[in-house]
């Protein structure tokens, strides 16, 4: 079989046209990935809005020191908080979600303290300042973050973010500090929940993340 000579081939090289067009196709693709993999539209108003629009209501709820009361309050704080579950018509998402904490501002504070600090304090609070940088170097250190998520019927958030202060002023009666999320703890929330190992060094993560489901009939 003979082969045609070098000179004679004609090798057709893509143009620069072509070559940013299918740089572009690429791009493009990735980021319908990436739209695919977080379900999250918008963020309005302490509203977030899903991709086949629906709106969410996000709600936090801080800790509370439950172990601290008596037997008591606790059943009368567990009967506040299982009547306001009930009133909410529907499901919602109750997440809880665990975060590292970054100490290392809090260490620094402590390192000048003990700079200024003489005799025994000085002793108790460098032994204090050890404690933590041992935390801190074992990872120890986490809080978790408790959201209630209430979805809504599509176009309709008006009624949506009524019923949502209506929870909260039901949380309130059971003696639980809580608030419609606003912007910034909603973009935290994500964050620690999609990216959970970079979030006790960046704002918008954990081990792990435990986030339960619940609907107002499985809370007994």
């Known amino acids: ?3 045609p000579a070098i000179s004679k081939l004609k090798i057709k090289l893509p143009s620069k046209k072509q070559k940013l067009a299918n740089k572009q196709v690429n791009v493009k693709s990735k980021d319908n990935t990436v739209q695919q993999w977080l379900p999250i539209q918008d963020i309005s108003e302490g509203i977030e809005y899903h991709y086949d629009a629906t709106p969410v209501t996000v709600v936090r709820v801080e800790p509370s020191p439950f172990s601290l009361l008596s037997d008591r309050e606790k059943e009368r704080r567990i ?6 579950i009930q009133a909410i018509p529907g499901d919602m998402q109750i997440e809880a979600i665990p975060r590292p904490i ?11 303290k003990l700079k200024e600090t003489e005799g025994k304090r000085k002793v108790i609070l460098r032994g204090y300042t050890n404690y933590v940088r041992k935390i801190t170097a074992g990872a120890e250190a986490m809080e978790k973050r408790f959201f209630v998520l209430i979805p809504g019927e599509k176009g309709n958030e008006d009624e949506l973010l009524s019923k949502t202060k209506e929870f909260v002023g039901e ?9 419609l999320s606003s ?6 929330m994500l964050f620690s929940f999609f990216h959970s190992p970079q979030a006790a060094f960046e704002r918008a993560e954990e081990k792990e993340t435990v986030t ?7 809370v007994k």
């Open 79 to 84: 009967g506040a908080l299982f009547e306001a």
């Open 102 to 112: 970054d100490l290392d501002i809090y260490i620094k504070a402590l390192e000048v």
């Open 183 to 188: 912007y910034q703890e909603i973009l935290d």
């Open 171 to 179: 949380l309130a009666r059971a003696e639980l500090n809580a608030h």
């Open 1 to 3: 079989m003979k082969l």
């Open 212 to 218: 339960p489901y619940f609907n107002r009939k499985e």
